[in-house]
């Protein structure tokens, strides 16, 4: 029968939303168990937040001061180490669990499966290739483990209504020391949503000219309590940073209301927006291809519109 | 350093827009434009820099398929690799074979530096170069949008969620290419030229006795669900109207 491992993924302090969305994966099939592997320096706190996400059983606690930053070729040995008990290992499909999955898999000597987006038993799994032009059907040989990223934004987070039991762990495992952190540097200490989870994104693309200019889709986003994200055009030309960027090759999110600002509407863009709940475009060119796609559209210069629509938001 | 290997895959071109057979039996191919994964040419491009700054000696470029992948190597070598390396094989190889593969390849060639795609856009699995560093028991580097050679190690900046991210890796490693790490150089006609006359060395597949066994069955592709057709407001007022109806304010 199914038992499921999900590696947690978190800052230290605070669970990523990224494991309650693998949480959610997993209760979606049939299963003996759903447990939750917290690696850290000390995973006191992010260990109580994964006891209470919902459909959680156990809590592996793993501390080691190895364990401080999610380095792949650190965490990786240890997860092999705990996932033997187990007939799935999930990870989120962020840039962590990109990282850091595959690795695990090889360790086992196991293929892994990339974004899943939906699955009915465990066994059979549907992912995208070709940029989400397409959508496989995977089957899995029910003879091997199932090492996975989960596309989170195919799957709401589950509940923080739960109590699972938090065990700690002490592994014999030797860790390898050729890979070191030395720093990151972010959007941390940003009052706004995190752009991976918010409910609300306000974009702006290349049509905004400038890192000046742009300020106004950080005066939308602050309108609706929106978190900011940008094209890939707009963090090439060096309006924002990387961090920001949504697309293919950035993030893939989700929202419940996306406003695309001045964004033609590339398809690596399209490609991460599209589960989005409602998405709004905002653009002068009416052929732009965001209008394909968008639920309502505003063909207008955005310099007119913006200024209108945030004092309206603020009135 | 002496040597850096670079993989390279033989994909759709990132022009072409996909079409899904109607049976659902997979991506029409027939025909099709084909070309260097984006990513792995972008790894090319930072292994070349590398050579031409005095920091390595040669520049491997190897690849896993079919006969028509010597194509891609060809342009590879055009771009500035010293030779190449087809393993040969019809079968399509899932990232755990790719990365069986390439460890043959790496115990044989005993690179200093392994350079790859972070993902190739056909399959999107973005796993094959943290599988053969894990394979080979070195480190990984993946997403780089910059890379630092010292001495016997590299720094890394990375594109994490989170922002940038440094790390440092001491040498052999396996880095993965992200798109900012660099904007790769055209082919020019006399290089291609030049190219064919580099070596291109052939080893099918079953020379290396790897076991390529596939886990996953690919049983449908299908097109993905589409979006209902939109509206068009006129106005500010009326934008901010749909979206109180739809209670999103």
């Known amino acids: 029968m199914a038992r499921v491992l999900i590696v947690a993924e978190h800052d230290g302090e605070h669970l990523n939303l990224s494991t309650a969305k693998c949480v959610s994966c997993a209760v979606s099939f049939e299963n003996d168990g759903i447990d939750v592997v917290v690696l850290a320096a000390d995973g006191q706190a992010v260990a109580g937040e994964a006891a209470a996400l919902e459909g959680v059983r156990t809590v592996l606690r793993i501390d080691h001061p190895a364990n401080e930053t999610s380095l792949a070729a650190t965490w990786a040995p240890q997860i092999a180490a705990v996932a033997a008990n187990y007939s799935h290992v999930f990870g989120p499909s962020t840039t962590f669990g990109k990282d850091l999955m595959p690795r695990v898999a090889a360790l086992l000597d196991v293929g892994q499966l990339s974004d899943i987006m939906s699955t009915t038993d465990g066994r059979s799994f549907q992912r995208p290739i070709y940029a989400g032009n397409a ?39 030797e860790l390898p020391t050729h890979t070191r952190f030395i720093s990151l540097r972010g959007d941390a200490g940003s009052e706004r949503p995190d752009l991976q989870t918010a409910a609300r994104v306000v974009s702006g693309g290349r049509a905004l000219s400038n890192a000046e200019n742009f300020q106004m889709i950080y005066d939308l986003a602050d309108c609706l ?7 890939r055009a707009a963090v090439d030309s060096g309006f924002v940073g990387n961090d920001l960027q949504v697309g293919q090759t950035g993030k893939i999110i989700a929202p419940e209301l996306y406003i695309a600002v001045g964004i033609s509407g590339a398809i690596q863009h399209l490609t991460g927006i599209k589960d989005a709940g409602t998405i709004v475009a905002i653009n002068k060119d009416a052929e732009a291809p965001i ?8 063909v207008a210069d955005l310099f007119t519109v913006l200024p209108d629509l945030i004092d309206t938001l603020k009135s | 350093m002496q040597k850096i290997l670079v993989c390279l895959k033989r994909v759709v071109d990132y022009n072409v827009r996909i079409r899904v057979e109607a049976d659902g039996s997979g991506i029409a ?42 194509q891609q190597l060809r342009t590879g070598l055009a771009m500035g690799a010293d030779r190449a390396i087809l393993v040969e094989t019809t079968t399509a190889l899932e990232p755990l074979g790719a990365a069986r593969v390439l460890k043959a390849l790496v115990d044989r060639e005993t690179p200093d530096l392994v350079l790859l795609g972070k993902q190739a856009i056909d399959d999107d699995n973005n796993q094959t170069g943290q599988m053969l560093a894990a394979l080979w028991g070195r480190p990984q580097a993946t997403f780089a949008s910059e890379v630092v050679l010292g001495d016997g190690i590299m720094t890394v900046t990375r594109e994490v969620d989170a922002g940038l991210e440094v790390i440092e890796v001491d040498l052999p490693a396996v880095i993965t290419a992200d798109l900012r790490l660099n904007e790769p150089r055209y082919v020019k006609l006399p290089d291609i030229m030049k190219a064919r006359k580099k070596a291109l060395e052939l080893i099918p597949l079953q020379e290396l006795s790897i076991g390529i066994e596939p886990q996953f069955t690919v049983r449908r592709t299908a097109p993905p669900p589409v979006r209902q057709k939109g509206i068009i407001v006129k106005d500010v007022a009326e934008l901010v109207q749909t979206l109180t109806d739809k209670g999103l304010l």
């Open chain 1, 291 to 298: 209008f394909d796609l968008a639920d309502i559209g505003l």
């Open chain 1, 225 to 231: 309590g929106a978190a900011v994200g940008a094209s």
């Open chain 1, 135 to 173: 959508i496989v059907t995977v089957e899995a040989r029910d003879d091997r483990l199932v090492v996975a990223t989960v596309r989170t934004a195919s799957y709401p987070a589950a509940e923080n209504t739960g109590s699972a039991t938090i065990e700690a762990r002490t592994l014999d495992v």
């Open chain 2, 29 to 70: 191919l027939e025909g099709v434009k084909m070309a260097l994964n984006p990513f792995d040419e972008i790894a090319l491009e930072e292994a070349l820099r590398i050579k031409e700054r005095g920091q390595a000696e040669e520049v491997v470029a190897v690849s896993i398929g079919v006969t028509e992948c010597q």
